[in-house]
């Protein structure tokens, strides 16, 4: 087997020659060189030096002679299937009856040159490089689109999931039909916000500062001067994010409701760091705090919305969570850890 050889920096077009004559196949080369510089090209002369190059070798084209001693033209057809099946595969041979060229377009070669008319070589093998091209982009994009669906479908059901749950429970602590209006149209509002906001991020992930603004831009635009946020970059992947937007759309209502933004003396301080802990992992600690709001008395039972406050952290971002009362204003802390490219390691 001799190998062309190509320069380093070029992305190389790896051409497997199987050839026994040494003149045809030195003409066969010079004639390739019409596609430049960066081809590599593995002559092969028998059998075990032709599966050796399949076997070895990412191989971009095949180019085989039909006749050959002890090992014919469709044979190696069909190990060239076998083990290099994106390979276009061309015959280069001086006699190629009919009958013979409707058999092998049928087991699966690419094209056929004479070689009495190499000049077709050259312009054959672009050819068949393009469409080969093109295949393996048809095929990267269906598998895109068949792992989008997949995603897709496993989004939907989640999302369904808890849409069915946060029904369910709303109406359970709802107290009239108007009371579980509002409150249901203000938590699903609060996923579609979130919803929305990954939606711009293309459902890669999305910074916890951006969904607290998403969240709370209903009540920064009543109590601009009453919300204040202060925390560097921290990422959020999708169901970390969905779950956290509940979370504050949560607090948020309450705080507008019962809390520090029900008067105009009120203020909600939201801060959070990601420093390293003990182990060398980055933890985020986010506090929401509230002040100057009307005095706070711990409600005797849990609604779904306290429920949700405390429960969520867990299971979904993998932290913990604590709500207090305290007299002078609500407060929320919670602790999560993200991995080293600041991604919330959800559960």
Same mark, same amino acid.
């Given at each position: 087997?001799? +190998?062309?050889?190509?320069?380093?920096?070029?992305? *190389?077009?790896?051409? /497997?020659?199987?050839?026994?004559?040494?003149?045809?196949?030195?003409?066969? #080369?010079?004639?390739?060189?019409?596609?430049?510089?960066? +081809?590599?090209?593995?002559?092969? @002369?028998?059998?075990?030096?032709?599966?050796?190059?399949?076997?070895?070798?990412?191989?971009? &084209?095949?180019?085989?002679?039909?006749?050959?001693?002890?090992?014919?033209?469709?044979?190696?057809?069909?190990?060239a299937i076998e083990l290099a099946p994106a390979a276009p595969f061309i015959?280069?041979?001086? @006699?190629?009856? %009919?009958?013979?060229?409707? %058999?092998?377009?049928?087991?699966?070669?690419?094209?056929? *040159?004479?070689?009495?008319?190499?000049?077709?070589?050259?312009?054959? &093998?672009?050819?068949?490089?393009?469409?080969?091209?093109?295949?393996?982009?048809?095929?990267?994009?269906?598998? #895109?689109?068949?792992?989008? /669906?997949?995603?897709?479908?496993?989004?939907?059901? =989640? !999302?369904?999931? +808890?849409?069915?749950?946060?029904?369910? =429970?709303?109406?359970?602590?709802? *107290?009239?039909?108007?009371?579980?209006?509002?409150?249901?149209?203000?938590?699903?509002?609060?996923?579609?916000?979130?919803?929305?906001?990954?939606?711009?991020?293309?459902?890669?992930? !999305?910074?916890?500062?951006?969904?607290?603004?998403?969240?709370?831009?209903?009540?920064?635009?009543?109590?601009?001067? #009453?919300?204040?946020?202060?925390?560097?970059?921290?990422?959020?992947?999708? =169901?970390?994010?969905? &779950?956290?937007?509940?979370?504050?759309?949560?607090l948020g209502t309450n705080a507008a409701k019962y809390g520090a933004l029900?008067?105009?003396?009120?203020?909600?301080?939201?801060?959070?760091?990601?420093?390293?802990?003990?182990?060398? %992992?980055?933890? *985020?600690?986010? !506090?929401?705090?509230?002040?100057?709001?009307?005095? &706070?008395?711990?409600?005797?039972?849990?609604?779904?919305?306290?429920?949700?406050?405390?429960?969520?952290?867990?299971?979904?971002?993998?932290?913990?969570?604590?709500?207090?009362?305290?007299?002078?204003?609500?407060?929320?802390?919670?602790?999560? @850890?993200?991995? %080293? =490219?600041?991604?919330?390691?959800?559960?």
């Open positions: 087997m001799s +190998v062309q050889p190509v320069r380093a920096d070029q992305r *190389v077009t790896r051409i /497997v020659l199987l050839e026994d004559s040494d003149f045809d196949a030195d003409l066969i #080369q010079e004639h390739l060189g019409d596609l430049g510089d960066s +081809v590599e090209i593995l002559r092969a @002369v028998g059998r075990s030096d032709y599966e050796q190059a399949l076997r070895t070798h990412s191989v971009d &084209v095949i180019l085989c002679d039909y006749s050959l001693p002890g090992f014919d033209g469709l044979a190696a057809l069909e190990m015959f280069v041979s001086g @006699v190629l009856g %009919e009958e013979i060229a409707i %058999e092998s377009f049928r087991k699966g070669a690419t094209d056929y *040159v004479l070689k009495q008319r190499l000049i077709r070589l050259a312009p054959a &093998v672009k050819r068949a490089l393009a469409e080969a091209r093109l295949r393996e982009e048809q095929r990267r994009a269906r598998q #895109q689109q068949d792992l989008l /669906v997949h995603e897709l479908s496993h989004r939907v059901k =989640n !999302t369904l999931a +808890v849409v069915a749950s946060i029904i369910r =429970n709303t109406a359970r602590h709802s *107290v009239s039909k108007q009371d579980l209006e509002e409150r249901l149209l203000g938590r699903i509002h609060a996923m579609s916000d979130a919803h929305a906001l990954l939606f711009e991020a293309n459902w890669t992930s !999305t910074g916890l500062r951006d969904v607290l603004e998403r969240i709370l831009a209903p009540y920064q635009r009543k109590h601009a001067r #009453q919300i204040v946020m202060d925390g560097g970059r921290v990422d959020l992947q999708p =169901n970390s994010a969905l &779950v956290l937007g509940l979370i504050i759309h949560e029900s008067t105009p003396t009120g203020r909600v301080d939201v801060t959070w760091t990601a420093p390293l802990d003990r182990h060398g %992992e980055r933890r *985020v600690e986010m !506090t929401w705090k509230e002040s100057g709001g009307p005095p &706070v008395v711990e409600p005797e039972a849990a609604g779904f919305g306290t429920t949700l406050i405390r429960r969520s952290a867990g299971p979904e971002l993998g932290g913990q969570a604590a709500l207090t009362f305290p007299p002078d204003g609500v407060q929320f802390k919670l602790s999560f @850890v993200v991995d %080293e =490219n600041g991604h919330s390691r959800s559960l």
